[in-house]
């Protein structure tokens, strides 16, 4: 089954909650009441898994909605359905406000490549990982990833598939600069697919080696734990 056209992505640290009470409130409350407004076809919530000891990110939880609508919260289906009262914060005596107690970054992506030549479908997978970057060359970045990177990467062990997104409209609640694209990949056991040979001369190539050395900002690369998921 193709994926929806678009994805909703958040990223996420509690303020207020502990990271136990963020994911219960997640897994229990939100992603469900979410997917009830039809302004979101499913959900998932990762936890991040650090690739780099020496990289600093902010926001270690990341939520990801596909969805028909290209700026998911801003639509009829979102703006006019209440959603209800949070068990979890009202346990914890907090307002139904999640905005006051959480700091949260959202973009918008459009989807430009599902890559499943085995036929996969929609799946999740343990540990997602998910690379932006930008370019400069529009057209031969797209031809490099069709045509080279994906063919070579897919013969890694455990792969299933990959998805490419392009940003779309900026989102309400975006707090940083957005990447221009991003990539997830979906691999069974991701330490033994980077670990490969396969994996290894993908990377390697002299188009890959001009794409990420023209990637301005650098690539950023990220690996999330799945923790939680509805309707996925």
Not at 22 to 29: A, F, L, P, S, V
Not at 102 to 111: C, P, V
């Amino acid at each position: 089954m193709a994926p929806p056209p678009h994805l909703l992505w958040v990223t996420s640290r509690p303020t207020k909650l502990s990271p136990e009470d963020w994911i219960e409130w997640y897994n229990q409350d939100h992603l469900g009441a979410l997917i009830d407004t039809k302004s979101v076809t499913n959900g998932a919530l990762f936890q991040e898994v650090p690739l780099d000891p020496n990289a600093k990110h902010d926001k270690p939880f990341l939520a990801l909605y596909q969805t028909e609508f290209a700026d998911a919260t801003r639509s009829d289906e979102f703006l006019n359905t209440k959603q209800p009262d949070s068990k979890v914060l009202e346990r914890l005596d907090l307002s139904q406000n999640a905005l006051e107690h959480g700091e949260f970054d959202a973009r918008n992506y459009e989807l430009i490549q599902d890559y499943d030549p085995n036929g996969v479908g929609n799946i999740l997978v343990p540990v997602v990982l998910t690379v932006e970057m930008s370019t400069t060359d529009p057209a031969g970045f797209d031809d490099w990833y069709r045509k080279e990177h994906l063919p070579m990467l897919s013969k890694a062990p455990t792969w299933k598939r990959t998805l490419r997104y392009k940003a779309g409209p900026k989102a309400e609640l975006a707090s940083s600069e957005q990447p221009p694209y991003l990539a997830m990949y979906f691999f069974e056991d991701l330490a033994k697919a980077s670990a490969s040979p396969e994996a290894a001369a993908a990377n390697e190539t002299e188009l890959t080696k001009k794409y990420l050395a023209e990637c301005k900002p650098p690539a950023v690369a990220r690996a999330w734990r799945l923790i939680g998921k509805e309707r996925w």
